[in-house]
């Protein structure tokens, strides 16, 4: 028990217990059970020929497009920032840490209206893209981009405070006995933080894949080629076709899922966390 704290009545804990498992299934457990029962109501067969429409085979495709190319670009800027920021103190230090969690501020939807201000047919850059034949904007790159922008702090942020606590001795050591700056990097500093890495990563790409905000701005719903799963999935519902909707919300909701068994694992093989279950 915690030094100081007050014993808690037996009756008191199994009230905040039911009323924090109450509140699990009423807002988590219900919502994900009912969109398995819908998407099999109509049986396997029904959901399979959902799922294997052309236009959600292609929004299936494009999410996991996005995906593959937003998670890695987020791994070495999280890197590079973590990096940064977190061994090394100088000028606008703290500017760049606030600039790194603007997107938790912005919503997605105002930074993908300033994708298509700045991409866009009108926008600043807009001539000079038409002019070389370049589309941004209701094309898979614009998608990207607000996934990028929307996803970029999940790896950064988990790095950043682990990086800042464990120091620099090690680096310093290791460049003492002569080690260059890559085997320094990966022999010492990524040993250290694999764990947060992994765990911002599974975040990153639960975000990525569900995003809708900024790509629903920036696709312009062109079914079959800039519709993502989630868009599809509104799409579905605003035509009626609820099973089918619900259908493919079951394939996001899987995805879903494993993100979060993911994310599990990676809290549970962390050293810090470990470190933590060892006191108690």
Same mark, same amino acid.
């Given at each position: 028990?915690?030094?100081?704290?007050?014993?808690?009545?037996?009756? #008191?804990?199994?009230?905040?217990? @039911?009323?924090?498992?109450?509140?699990?299934?009423?807002?988590?457990?219900?919502?994900?059970?009912?969109?398995?029962?819908?998407?099999?109501?109509?049986?396997?067969? #029904?959901?399979?020929?959902?799922? $294997?429409?052309?236009?959600?085979?292609?929004?299936?495709?494009?999410?996991?497009?996005?995906?593959?190319?937003?998670?890695?670009?987020?791994?070495?800027?999280?890197?590079?920032?973590?990096?940064?920021?977190?061994?090394?103190?100088?000028?606008?230090?703290?500017?760049?840490?606030?600039?790194?969690?603007?997107?938790?501020?912005?919503?997605?939807?105002?930074? @993908?209206?300033?994708?298509?201000?700045?991409?866009?047919?009108?926008?600043?850059?807009?001539?000079?893209?038409?002019?070389?034949?370049?589309?941004?904007?209701?094309?898979?790159?614009?998608?990207?981009?607000?996934?990028?922008?929307?996803?970029?702090?999940?790896?950064?942020?988990?790095?950043?405070?682990?990086?800042?606590?464990? @120091?620099?001795?090690?680096?310093?050591?290791?460049?003492?006995?002569? #080690?260059?700056?890559?085997?320094?990097?990966?022999?010492?500093?990524?040993?250290?933080?694999?764990?947060?890495?992994?765990?911002?990563?599974?975040?990153?790409?639960? $975000?990525?894949?569900?995003?809708?905000?900024?790509?629903?701005?920036?696709?312009?719903?062109? $079914?079959?080629?800039?519709?993502?799963?989630?868009?599809?999935?509104?799409?579905?519902?605003?035509?009626?076709?609820?099973?089918?909707?619900? #259908?493919?919300?079951?394939?996001?909701?899987?995805?879903?899922?494993?993100?979060?068994?993911?994310?599990?694992?990676?809290? $549970?093989?962390?050293?810090?966390?470990? @470190?933590?279950?060892?006191?108690?």
């Amino acid at each position: 028990m915690i030094p100081g704290a007050r014993a808690v009545s037996p009756a #008191a804990r199994w009230l905040l217990t @039911g009323a924090a498992l109450a509140l699990v299934a009423l807002f988590l457990l219900v919502p994900l059970t009912a969109v398995f029962i819908e998407a099999f109501r109509g049986g396997a067969a #029904a959901w399979a020929a959902a799922v $294997r429409q052309p236009d959600a085979l292609a929004a299936l495709r494009l999410t996991l497009l996005v995906a593959v190319i937003v998670v890695p670009a987020n791994a070495l800027f999280g890197l590079a920032a973590g990096w940064a920021l977190g061994k090394f103190d100088f000028p606008g230090r703290s500017l760049l840490v606030t600039l790194i969690d603007l997107p938790f501020a912005v919503s997605p939807v105002v930074a @993908g209206l300033v994708l298509v201000l700045l991409f866009g047919r009108t926008g600043l850059f807009g001539e000079w893209l038409a002019r070389n034949g370049l589309k941004i904007v209701f094309a898979p790159p614009g998608i990207v981009l607000a996934t990028l922008f929307v996803t970029f702090p999940f790896v950064a942020r988990e790095l950043i405070p682990l990086m800042r606590a464990s @120091g620099s001795e090690e680096e310093e050591a290791a460049r003492v006995l002569g #080690a260059g700056f890559f085997q320094t990097f990966f022999r010492v500093t990524l040993p250290n933080v694999k764990w947060a890495l992994l765990y911002g990563l599974v975040l990153c790409s639960a $975000r990525a894949v569900g995003e809708f905000g900024a790509v629903s701005v920036v696709s312009g719903h062109i $079914r079959g080629r800039t519709n993502t799963l989630p868009l599809e999935v509104e799409i579905l519902y605003n035509e009626y076709q609820t099973q089918a909707a619900f #259908a493919v919300a079951s394939l996001l909701t899987g995805l879903a899922l494993v993100a979060l068994v993911a994310k599990a694992a990676a809290r $549970r093989f962390s050293p810090a966390d470990a @470190g933590k279950r060892e006191n108690r």
